[in-house]
T-cell receptor
Framework: DTGVSQDPRHKITKRGQNVTFRCDPI?????LYWYRQTLGQGPEFLTY????????KSRLLSDRFSAERPKGSFSTLEIQRTEQGDSAMYLC??????????????FGPGTRLTVT | ELKVEQNPLFLSMQEGKNYTIYCNYS?????LYWYRQDPGKSLESLFV?????AVKQEGRLMASLDTKARLSTLHITAAVHDLSATYFC??????????????FGQGTTLQVKP
């Protein structure tokens, strides 16, 4: 499978715990995005990486959230001291700058987080 | 602040009928996307519209873009049950960081009844 993959697919955690999600983009895609989708809403942008550089963060990304993309390959999104309001689907997308299909973002299957 | 608004938000229709979903956005953009989402699933890309007047068709779905009116439409022809899903439009925003982040509408939930 050469698509975007995310792990885990589902995560249930208790309030106050830390969680980490992983995204593996399509090979050679240099752009990587994280979005968050709550029930009944459209996805909202969280952060963007070009290669290993984090170039934009949404104001939705509080100090409890941190994202990395070491070596410009996979990315991780960590949420510290989770709150019930963090319950959502976390989506990762990747795209390639330049070449055919440069404008299309390919989405992974998402990680559904439930904070109890 | 860029806003993307879809209407209707919910659409119940009979098989065989035609209908149109509208997507309005509040700022200049030349990249408009349509995605489909089934319950509990991720987003499936349907169309990427890159220029004013662009029209793309795939099966019973046709999308168009009018950048001057800041309007895109998704037209459904002779609906079938398999088209039941939530449809999102999204606009790409580049800004100073050249991110190309997507701003999504609220989604239109389509229910096609036999």
């Amino acid at each position: 499978d050469t698509g975007v993959s995310q792990d885990p697919r589902h995560k249930i955690t208790k309030r106050g715990q830390n969680v980490t999600f992983r995204c593996d983009p399509i090979s050679e895609h240099n752009r990587l995005y994280w979005y968050r989708q709550t029930l009944g809403q459209g996805p909202e942008f969280l952060t963007y990486f070009q290669n290993e550089a984090q170039l934009e963060k949404s104001r939705l990304l509080s100090d409890r959230f941190s994202a990395e993309r070491p070596k410009g390959s996979f990315s991780t999104l960590e949420i510290q001291r989770t709150e019930q309001g963090d319950s959502a689907m976390y989506l990762c997308a990747s795209s390639l700058r330049g070449g055919r299909g440069e404008y299309e973002q390919y989405f992974g299957p998402g990680t559904r987080l439930t904070v109890t | 602040e860029l806003k993307v608004e879809q209407n209707p938000l919910f659409l119940s229709m009979q098989e065989g009928k035609n209908y149109t979903i509208y997507c309005n956005y509040s700022t200049t953009s030349d990249r408009l996307y349509w995605y489909r989402q089934d319950p509990g699933k991720s987003l499936e890309s349907l169309f990427v519209l890159l220029s004013n007047g662009a029209v793309k068709q795939e099966g019973r779905l046709m999308a168009s873009l009018d950048t001057k009116a800041r309007l895109s439409t998704l037209h459904i022809t002779a609906a079938v049950h398999d088209l039941s899903a939530t449809y999102f439009c999204a606009v790409a925003v580049y800004g100073s960081s050249n991110t190309g982040k997507l701003i999504f509408g609220q989604g239109t939930t389509l229910q096609v009844k036999p």
